[in-house]
């Protein structure tokens, strides 16, 4: 039996999720892009509207482990990366595994936790590895962390740290459904549909082909330097106290890869690009307090980006 393409596979995966998650297949995409392209990602938005469903769909389709951890005040770092236990009949110390050894891990209500337990991811999602008593250890590949957080001004709730949002591929915000949709999801649970009832449509091997295909296809150097300049404005914007780092523009042709083979194509254009600007760059930017103080967003700020930055022109070999 062949294997799957990447494309196959978004669409295997896509079908999959929005058999629970009704009306929302530009959001469905751009998570399983930032699934293909092996980057973490964060949900954020108001109670109810789907966020760790959507999760759950995405852990649910692929036929390798996950675990969940539910963030809490009283969650301690070694809940998530694992201890070393003593063991008093052998008389020697055991490493058990916390909840990040998985292909997926679903961190929920992320800014639930606090600062001291968030920073246990840091190692993990920019390494794939864990550090406990000076001794690393390996999480399973594919590694994607999907993390869901409310909005920081809700009650009980921690801002994630600058240097933990810029390990997050993605950021993605879910919205409200139409009247359609949500009457589709009242329907679906009234029949009982659940995340947990979804079948596994992708293999671990067949993810890891996947990714691999993601990560090798055509990106022409004009492409690199249309999110180069990119991240480089935001850098020079008077809005911003911080821009994005070498890392955004790494994850905008990352993300961009991913898009392209969502749509089946085996290049990036810079269309790409524009697609995935905001859900990777809103998140790495930090406004000037006057800016804050006249409103303004960071969506704001990357959409005048996009609008003054040229566009390149593909060359003919780069199609």
Request: charge should be negative.
């Amino acid at each position: 039996m062949n294997t799957p393409s990447a494309t196959e596979i978004y669409e295997l995966v896509a079908a999959n999720v929005q058999r629970v998650l009704h009306g929302k297949p530009e959001v469905v995409r751009l998570a399983i892009a930032a699934l293909l392209a092996e980057g973490h990602l964060l949900i954020e938005d108001v109670p109810g509207l789907g966020k760790t469903t959507l999760a759950r769909c995405l852990a649910r389709s692929i036929r390798g482990s996950w675990n969940r951890i539910q963030f809490t005040p009283d969650l301690l770092p070694g809940d998530i990366t694992g201890v070393q236990v003593y063991h008093q009949r052998d008389e020697r110390f055991a490493f058990h595994p916390g909840g990040v050894f998985a292909n997926v891990v679903l961190a929920d209500e992320i800014n639930r936790g606090t600062p001291k337990t968030q920073s246990a991811l840091l190692e993990v999602m920019a390494e794939r590895r864990v550090t406990v008593d000076a001794i690393g250890h390996e999480v399973p590949r594919p590694f994607l962390v999907i993390a869901t957080q409310n909005p920081i001004e809700m009650e009980g709730t921690y801002r994630l740290p600058e240097a933990q949002l810029d390990r997050f591929l993605m950021r993605l915000r879910i919205g409200y459904p139409d009247l359609a949709s949500e009457v589709m999801v009242i329907m679906s649970d009234c029949a009982g549909s659940d995340p947990d009832d979804l079948p596994p449509v992708v293999d671990v091997p067949a993810l890891q082909a996947a990714v691999a295909q993601v990560r090798s296809l055509h990106v022409d150097r004009a492409i690199c330097e249309y999110a180069a300049s990119l991240a480089a404005a935001t850098r020079q914007h008077k809005d911003l106290q911080y821009g994005a780092s070498p890392r955004g523009s790494i994850a905008l042709v990352r993300a961009a890869q991913a898009i392209a083979v969502t749509h089946g194509r085996g290049f990036v254009t810079p269309d790409d690009i524009k697609d995935v600007a905001h859900p990777v760059l809103e998140h790495r930017v930090i406004l000037t307090a006057e800016a804050e103080l006249n409103q303004r967003m960071p969506a704001d700020i990357v959409a005048e980006v996009l609008a003054e930055t040229p566009v390149p022109g593909m060359r003919a070999t780069g199609v």
